[in-house]
């Protein structure tokens, strides 16, 4: 079942850019554009990836290593320490009292991860 | 003056005690600006309301004289509307020097160089929305922690999540409602209730953009305990949102959350209401100072 669904999504090109990026971030180490393509989920057509790929590597998003063809793609993390600085002075800020900052999720009390544990659970036996 | 005057601040009691109901049973979208431009009324109602009990403290004038012999006005009652208008005063400055620090810094982050979606070198699952500037923009935070704690499905339901908070414009709605609830304590709680809102309506958003109910569900669910896990976390206070990601779950896994579109029409005639006793009480008071302006 799971996943299924995703032949309704709509996506739009910012989407799938970020999707792409995230899965280059979460991975180990460089990616050929066929690994990218299983990292985000596989519903991507193989051509869809590697020109969104493209896109990223022109505005200097990912580096692309190898020759053309057998190329594999690592994000650049030039910003990305700079970002954590950043961001921890936004945090320290009380930014995050909620008051602009829109976490995804906010932190659990005892109740509440008890009761989530328990809904994953489910899911994941059905 | 006639009783009118005190209906602002009743609106605002009645907003307070039912929000947190309200707020599950309203439709995300629709409900998160009605109930913002609510609380905005409600809280102009308190100012105006405080200014014209303040004024009859001043004794010395025939007009004020008069107004009080409408419904009178104990001294007391006044010296409280003042109290209440000068704590809304120094609370309402407080709240919008934070914001505009917040702002400040999170424009700093939103002008690091990349695209739409800013990766954090962190270990701690974190993830937020930059809200741009008026032209649009905007953009997406991530920690490598929270990117690593997620599968595919849940990262594109996370991005599509955060996406929408930018394209819906849900920091205008929270910023108004922070500020509302600095000038009148009462509506801290409608404030709490915006914020459950935006989430609510992201979360649905997400679900058009990854087509399943379940993912987001997971999601979120994976996301959260990833965070809990994640000691450093702890370092923000617990319970201040008191909107749990444990309803969002639940939500999200109902098929289709019953909402009440009823109840959007509700809040918005008391608002209206609230506005409308402001007028009335501002306008027996325009008319006696007219009267003695004329003589
Ligand atoms: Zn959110």
Redesign the pocket.
């Known amino acids: 079942m799971a996943g299924r669904g995703a032949a309704r999504s709509r996506r739009s090109a910012g989407q799938l850019e970020g999707e792409i990026l995230s899965a280059l971030w979460a991975a180990d180490g460089p990616m050929t554009a066929a690994e990218v393509q299983v990292a985000v989920g596989g519903d991507l057509a193989y051509n869809t990836v590697h020109t969104i790929l493209t896109r990223l590597h022109a505005k200097g998003q990912v580096h692309r290593l190898g020759p053309a063809g057998r190329s594999t793609y690592r994000p650049v993390k030039g910003a990305a320490e700079v970002a954590a600085e950043q961001m921890r002075a936004v945090l320290n800020g009380g930014a995050d009292r909620g008051e602009i900052l829109?976490?995804?999720v906010t932190t659990l009390d005892a109740a509440d991860e008890a009761a989530l544990r328990a809904a994953l659970d489910a899911e994941g036996s059905s | 003056m006639t009783v009118a005057v005190y209906l602002p601040l009743l609106v605002c009691v009645v907003l307070a005690v039912s929000s947190r109901a309200v707020a599950k049973a309203l439709p995300p979208r629709a409900g998160l600006w009605t109930l913002t431009a609510a609380a905005v009324i409600a809280a102009a109602g308190t100012v105006w309301t405080c200014l014209l009990l303040g004024s009859l403290l001043v004794d010395d004038i025939p007009a004020f004289d008069a107004a009080e012999r409408l419904v009178p006005v104990h001294d007391a009652v006044s010296l409280v509307g003042v109290a209440i208008l000068g704590v809304g005063a120094v609370r309402s400055f407080l709240a919008l020097r934070r914001l505009v620090q917040a702002r400040r810094r999170l424009r700093r982050l939103g002008a690091l160089p990349g695209g739409e979606l800013l990766v954090v070198a962190d270990a701690r699952p974190d993830a937020f929305?930059v809200p741009g500037s008026r032209t649009g923009g905007g953009r997406v935070v991530v920690t490598q922690g929270m990117l690593r704690a997620l599968d595919a499905g849940q990262r594109r339901a996370l991005i599509a999540?955060?996406r929408a908070?930018l394209r819906a414009r849900h920091s205008v709605a929270l910023a108004l409602a922070e500020l509302a609830a600095a000038m009148n304590p009462l509506l801290v709680p409608v404030r709490r209730s915006i914020g459950f809102l935006?989430?609510r309506d992201?979360d649905e958003d997400a679900v058009v953009v990854a087509g399943s109910r379940r993912l987001v569900a997971q999601a979120l669910a994976a996301a959260a305990l990833a965070r809990s896990a994640s000691a450093a976390a702890s370092s923000l206070a617990p319970g201040f949102h008191q909107l749990s990601v444990a309803e969002r779950v639940s939500a999200l896994l109902t098929p289709e959350p019953v909402t009440h579109r009823r109840l959007l029409w509700a809040v918005g005639a008391m608002t209206l209401l609230a506005a409308g006793a402001a007028f009335d009480a501002t306008r027996d008071f325009a008319s006696i100072l007219v009267m003695l302006v004329a003589r």
């Open positions: 829109m976490r995804f | 929305a999540h955060e908070h935006c989430e992201a």
